[in-house]
């Protein structure tokens, strides 16, 4: 166990995360996953935690995370009757097939292979969110039959390769095929419950050296890090929502796509030991 001084120091760094991940969301309307797993990854390796499971800790317990965050967002749109149920019922299949694919994935491949993989993915997220355009479209529907077949499965297998809900994929996908940005970002709180819970309950399951895991992990969870994140994510969330009604949010989302592209190369970096 480690002394206190470490503790409070853990505590400390990730009450700060939970406050900046819940001030982004409720700003930007981007999930937290895509800010707290490079920094789950940063304060774990500060604090002296390691080895070659560093990458699984972080994206089990961003997930964990995303459970009570997207239950708790899909509740809220849903009341403003925002959801579009017959997507999330339809693509749930799917998207549960390739969570559980995800963490069979991620349980395999070493750190520094998620690590390039979060590299990858988060710098494409972070060039549309940087280039994208809202009048951009591949199609007037959501995709059915085949194309719903492939692109359900990849949407929960990705996310859970980055440790991160339904927004940065769903939001897009869904923007891209016609549906209404208000409708997306509803609905795509649904796909984040789909895609953490039967991943989690993987990751629960997932035996890591107890020798390199911080303190009350239990599998992959830490379970520190995710009361402290829920904690703060509930109180700073709404402050992001405030500022998002009190300024235009499109500057932002610019200087948060170039953040997350040098977050992104950050990881790459790392990830080929430079």
């Not at 997930?63 to 809220?76: E, G």
């Not at 997507?87 to 995800?102: D, E, F, H, K, Y």
């Not at 996908?173 to 940005?181: D, K, R």
Request: net charge positive; with cysteine.
């Amino acid at each position: 166990m480690p002394d206190a001084m470490l503790l409070t120091q853990m505590l400390l760094m990730l009450a700060v995360i939970g406050a900046v991940a819940g001030v982004l969301a409720g700003l930007l309307g981007v999930g937290g996953g895509i800010v707290l797993v490079p920094a789950f990854f940063y304060a774990f390796q500060t604090l002296g935690y390691g080895g070659d499971q560093l990458m699984q800790l972080c994206l089990a317990t961003s997930l964990a995370t995303i459970i009570v965050t997207s239950l708790r967002s899909v509740m809220s749109h849903h009341k403003k009757g925002a959801v579009d149920w017959q997507i999330l019922r339809s693509w749930a299949p799917g998207i549960v097939v390739g969570a559980i694919a995800g963490v069979l994935a991620a349980s395999a491949l070493r750190s520094t292979t998620l690590q390039g993989l979060f590299g990858v993915l988060a710098l494409v997220i972070g060039l549309y969110l940087g280039l994208g355009r809202s009048e951009w479209r591949l199609g007037e529907a959501m995709p059915k039959g085949a194309r719903r077949l492939v692109l359900s499965p990849l949407v929960g297998f990705l996310s859970v390769l980055m440790g991160i809900g339904g927004g940065s994929f769903g939001v897009p996908l869904m923007s891209l095929y016609n549906t209404p940005i208000h409708r997306a970002v509803a609905t795509a709180a649904g796909f984040g419950v789909i895609i953490a819970v039967p991943s989690v309950i993987g990751f629960l399951l997932l035996p890591i050296d107890p020798a390199v895991r911080p303190p009350l992990t239990i599998g992959a969870v830490n379970l520190v890090a995710f009361g402290v994140v829920i904690a703060m994510t509930l109180v700073t969330a709404p402050w992001g929502v405030r500022l998002a009604h009190a300024m235009d949010p499109k500057p932002l989302k610019r200087i948060f796509a170039v953040f997350l592209i040098a977050v992104a190369l950050n990881m790459l970096r790392k990830a080929l030991g430079y």
